[in-house]
């Protein structure tokens, strides 16, 4: 993968925040703090039900990890033409924050059943994952950037 390609740099910057995200969500549920994980949203979506099989485990990840991806590449362009790159990490921060608020206000409106409503801990656990991927979002960002000369 030619890392000099901003799709690229931003992918595996979301796929890093991702990784993150989803080990702090399963250690979550396995504490009992949520009762849903991170890879329980695109397993719900797709299939109306959560992760019976690993199969169903092993896809639902790698959806969620290509979404988180996708959101990556989404913050790649975000901070190099709209806005400047100083304070990556606040940025990261709020792009995290933004991007999980959006997900559960689209996720309440729609009314997706299994995913509404949710309980505080769920909810404290995937706005602590939004900022987890935040920050390694853009601090990955910010070293591929300077790896390739690009800041």
């Known amino acids: 993968m030619e890392l000099r390609d901003r799709v690229a740099r931003g992918f595996l910057a979301g796929v890093s925040g991702g990784v993150l995200m989803n080990i702090l969500s399963y250690v979550s549920y396995l504490l009992g703090v949520a009762n849903l994980r991170y890879i329980d949203w695109p397993a719900?979506?797709?299939?109306?039900?959560?992760p019976n099989n690993a199969l169903e485990t092993v896809f639902a990840l790698l959806?969620?990890?290509?979404?988180v991806g996708f959101l990556g590449i989404?913050?790649?362009?975000?901070?190099?033409?709209?806005i400047?790159?100083?304070n990556?990490?606040?940025k990261g921060v709020l792009f995290g924050f933004i991007s999980?608020?959006?997900?559960?206000?689209?996720?309440?409106l729609a009314d997706v059943i299994k995913l509404t409503p949710l309980d505080m801990g769920t909810a404290l656990t995937d706005f602590a994952g939004a900022v987890v991927f935040g920050l390694t979002l853009a601090q990955v960002l910010f070293q591929l950037d300077?790896?390739?000369g690009l800041e």
């Not at 719900?44 to 959560?50: E, N």
């Not at 959806?63 to 979404?67: D, M, P, R, S, T």
């Open 44 to 50: 719900i979506i797709i299939t109306g039900h959560t």
């Open 84 to 86: 400047e790159s100083s």
């Open 100 to 108: 999980w608020f959006a997900i559960y206000a689209f996720t309440f």
């Open 146 to 148: 300077n790896r390739q």
């Open 88 to 90: 990556h990490l606040f």
């Open 74 to 82: 989404v913050f790649t362009y975000l901070i190099s033409t709209l």
């Open 63 to 67: 959806v969620q990890l290509i979404f």
